[in-house]
């Protein structure tokens, strides 16, 4: 069965996207820990990111870099963090989130309730500083 994260990329589950190539994904994280959290995944389905080629791996990361400065643009901060936990999906993924001090980064931290409108609004904002 496909992962939900295949199914966003198919469009079968909507999703608050950011960017897209023929590679690579990227779109909001439904529960995040700061505005702009974003998740960064291959349209190839592998769970464990360290099961992807050399190559594949090296070229998300430059895409991730491209989407984590639109997000420094939009929402300023220290600097974008990444993680990579993917316990819960599995489907590799890469989180960024715009952080302002360690503890920003604490998943164990509550998450930020955004309506629909907000979601839209932060996707929007990426998008542009791209
Ligand atoms: P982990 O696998 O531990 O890196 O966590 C998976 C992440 O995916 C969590 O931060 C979830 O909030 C996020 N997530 C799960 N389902 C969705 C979804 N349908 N849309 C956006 N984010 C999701």
Known sequence: MASIFSRIIAGEIPCYK???????????????????????VPKQEVDYIFDLSDDDLAAMHVFAKHVALAIGKAFPCRKVGEAVL?????????????MQSERDMLFSNPKL???????RAVAAAIREAL
Do not use: M, S, Y
Not at 86 to 98: K, R, S
């Open 113 to 119: 309730q955004l309506t629909d409108e907000e979601f």
């Open 86 to 98: 993917g316990l819960e999906v599995p489907h590799a993924h890469i989180h960024l989130v715009p």
């Open 18 to 40: 950011v960017a897209e190539d023929d590679r690579f994904f990227a779109f909001l994280d439904i529960n995040p820990l700061a505005k702009g959290h974003t998740l960064v």
